[in-house]
């Protein structure tokens, strides 16, 4: 099956699911919240017990399109919880565990996206930032807390204060993907993967995931909250036009004292 935005097939088990906004796939509302329609279709379906999800174009997913002046104008009251979050929750949530097949680039909230997966399979060439704090403004998609739960809280702050781009070898060292293969076999791994699992019990899986996430959806719901609050001040603010300016410009930005 496709659609506009999205590629949806099965193959045995496998429910596989392309990014199909080439060549960076940059997300919005629609498209997050198409991504989780698409992953409770396969969680109704008992056939499925894996997800594979993989993009097709020369990024994963590059994040929110800061050069549409219409993401960065949409304003927000700071108790309303960001839409596109809220769909975000709806991705964390999924009881199927998923695999990723990343080729290329994943940033901001594409690496949000990249960490709604169990695992993460990438490729030496692929590229990896939360460039939030470099853009002018808090981390989202839940990565406050994503990330350091992956990583660790060191690298962590390493990667979210500098919004340093670290490619696929460097992303294995410090535990953001599982696995470094050649480009070409990105998918081809990915897919083995979620076959492997896909072997031992769906039921016995579940339950096993169930249990090591612990309060995991607990601790993304508050910090999409904290996220969506913090953000709402900040997306209206100098630092962020600076921020996106240096971006386009490819400088260093010059923040206010």
Same mark, same amino acid.
């Given at each position: 099956?496709?659609?506009?935005? %999205?590629?949806?097939?099965?193959?045995?088990?496998?429910?596989?699911? =392309?990014?199909?906004?080439?060549?960076?796939? *940059?997300?919005?509302?629609?498209?997050?919240?198409? /991504?989780?329609?698409?992953?409770?279709? *396969?969680?109704?379906?008992? $056939?499925?017990?894996?997800?594979?999800?993989?993009?097709?174009? $020369?990024?994963?997913?590059?994040?929110?399109? *800061?050069?549409?002046?219409?993401?960065?104008?949409? $304003?927000?009251?700071?108790?309303?919880?960001?839409?596109?979050?809220?769909?975000?929750?709806?991705?964390?949530?999924?009881?199927?565990?998923?695999?990723?097949?990343?080729?290329?680039?994943?940033?901001?909230?594409? /690496?949000?996206?990249?960490?709604?997966?169990?695992?993460?399979?990438?490729?030496?060439?692929?590229?990896?930032?939360?460039?939030?704090?470099? /853009?002018?403004?808090?981390?989202?998609?839940?990565?406050?807390?994503?990330?350091?739960? %992956?990583?660790? $809280?060191?690298?962590?702050?390493? %990667? %979210?204060?500098?919004?340093?781009?670290?490619?696929? =070898? @460097?992303?294995?060292?410090?535990?953001?993907?599982?696995?470094?293969?050649?480009?070409?076999?990105?998918?081809?791994?990915?897919?083995?993967?979620? @076959?492997?699992?896909?072997?031992?019990?769906?039921?016995?899986? @579940?339950?096993?995931?169930?249990?090591?996430?612990?309060? *995991?959806?607990?601790?993304?719901?508050?910090?999409?909250?904290?996220?969506?609050?913090?953000?709402?001040?900040?997306?209206?603010?100098?630092?962020?036009?600076?921020?996106?300016?240096?971006?386009?410009?490819?400088?260093?930005?010059?923040? =206010?004292?």
């Amino acid at each position: 099956m496709t659609d506009a935005i %999205l590629n949806i097939s099965t193959q045995g088990h496998i429910g596989i699911v =392309e990014l199909n906004k080439p060549p960076h796939n *940059f997300f919005d509302q629609p498209l997050i919240a198409s /991504l989780a329609d698409a992953w409770e279709a *396969f969680e109704a379906d008992k $056939k499925i017990r894996v997800i594979l999800l993989c993009a097709n174009g $020369k990024s994963f997913c590059a994040g929110a399109d *800061f050069a549409d002046k219409s993401t960065r104008e949409k $304003k927000r009251s700071v108790k309303q919880t960001n839409p596109l979050y809220a769909e975000a929750v709806r991705l964390y949530g999924c009881t199927k565990p998923v695999v990723a097949a990343i080729e290329g680039a994943a940033i901001g909230g594409g /690496l949000g996206v990249a960490l709604t997966a169990d695992f993460r399979i990438t490729c030496p060439e692929a590229k990896f930032s939360a460039n939030f704090n470099r /853009l002018g403004f808090h981390p989202g998609f839940g990565l406050s807390f994503t990330l350091p739960h %992956l990583i660790g $809280k060191q690298h962590a702050a390493k %990667l %979210l204060y500098t919004g340093a781009r670290i490619g696929g =070898e @460097q992303a294995l060292r410090i535990g953001l993907v599982d696995e470094v293969v050649a480009q070409n076999e990105v998918r081809t791994h990915a897919l083995a993967l979620a @076959q492997e699992i896909a072997i031992s019990s769906p039921r016995a899986v @579940q339950a096993t995931r169930t249990t090591l996430r612990g309060d *995991f959806m607990d601790r993304v719901r508050l910090a999409v909250v904290r996220e969506s609050e913090v953000q709402a001040v900040q997306m209206n603010t100098t630092d962020l036009l600076e921020g996106v300016n240096a971006a386009k410009e490819r400088r260093n930005p010059n923040f =206010e004292d």
